[in-house]
């Protein structure tokens, strides 16, 4: 019988990021970013990618590792992953301009729905929108995957088997 190799936490991440690129560059190009079921692809990309990748690493282990080994190698993941997506994101917008001003303009005819909001009160949010744009982005989707990854990996090493009777826990730090 051959010993499965673990996949890292490197790889896992660019697995997940490799997911969440291409589906977030078909979802801006087949302009369903206005469709409120393209919005749920990346938190269940980023939780089942994790739930799954954090599996195979405990079966790939011999499920001798501990939870906390088994969230450790989830987070890391999950920074490998956030890395990655915001790098693209912003590459993304730099390179499409065109996203970001649609992006404004989707905002300004959401607010313009809003009965309760004035001229100059969207005028406002718009320019503040402007002006903090890109740490929204930055920041946004930072915590938002940070907080996923921490969801995903408690599911994850909580969901895998554990042995913790084996005398030959390992424990990596």
């Known amino acids: 019988m051959q010993e499965q190799k673990p996949i890292t936490h490197v790889q896992g991440g660019l697995i997940i990021a490799g997911i969440l690129v291409v589906a977030s560059t078909i979802i801006q190009f087949m302009n369903l970013s206005n469709n409120p079921g393209a919005g749920l692809i990346q938190p ?3 939780i089942l990618g ?15 590792l501990s939870f906390g ?10 920074a490998v992953f956030t890395i990655i997506s915001i790098a693209f994101s912003v590459i993304f917008l730099l390179l499409f301009p065109d996203l970001k001003e649609k992006s404004f303009e989707m905002a300004r005819q959401q607010m313009e729905d809003n009965p309760k ?4 009160q969207i005028d406002q949010a718009i320019e503040i929108s402007r002006k903090f744009f890109w740490v929204g982005i930055v920041g946004g989707s930072m915590i938002f995957m940070i ?3 921490a969801i ?4 994850g090493a909580a ?6 009777n084996n005398p030959f826990i390992q424990e990596t730090h």
């Open 69 to 78: 080994n088994l969230f450790a190698y989830g987070f890391k993941s999950t």
């Open 152 to 155: 995903g990996s408690l599911i």
């Open 159 to 164: 969901a895998t088997k554990k042995q913790p």
């Open 117 to 120: 909001l004035t001229e100059e």
């Open 50 to 64: 994790l739930l799954l990748l954090i599996r195979a690493y405990g079966k790939a282990n011999n499920y001798t």
């Open 147 to 149: 907080i996923l990854g």
């Open 44 to 46: 269940v990309v980023i």
